[in-house]
């Protein structure tokens, strides 16, 4: 038995919102995105090194307030890259934790991101 990476599906409701805070500001790419027809709701995927995540604006799916736990390497370069964007609705800390070095990040629909990189001890 082998298990893939889990791929979360996050709620969003705001196309423009979600591109200016996934892709301008935290430096995710748009891979792919999908609607059943003109008008419908939006679903794409976006990702950035190894993390994908799922948009979508179908009502059902995922629930604002969800929280995706990302570990990562490069946590420092990572903050320093969204710290020195303007992006005036976030403006998160490196914070150091038992569990390893995080920076956590709501979006602008409620959905928590948290980026770990976790300590060698």
């Not at 009502?59 to 903050?79: A, C, E, K, L, Y």
């Not at 569990?99 to 956590?104: I, P, Y």
Request: charged letters at 25%.
């Amino acid at each position: 038995m082998h298990f893939e990476r889990a791929v979360p599906v996050l709620r969003i409701f705001d196309r423009a919102k979600a591109e200016d805070f996934y892709l301008a500001y935290l430096g995710f790419s748009t891979d792919w995105e999908h609607r059943f027809g003109p008008d419908f709701p939006r679903y794409a995927q976006i990702s950035r090194s190894e993390l994908i995540i799922h948009l979508s604006e179908h009502h059902g799916d995922g629930t604002p307030g969800s929280v995706v736990f990302v570990p990562m390497h490069g946590i420092r370069d990572f903050h320093a890259e969204i710290a020195s964007r303007d992006y005036r609705f976030a403006k998160p800390g490196l914070e150091d934790e038992p569990w390893g070095l995080t920076v956590d990040i709501t979006d602008p629909f409620g959905n928590q991101l948290r980026f770990c990189e976790r300590s060698r001890a």
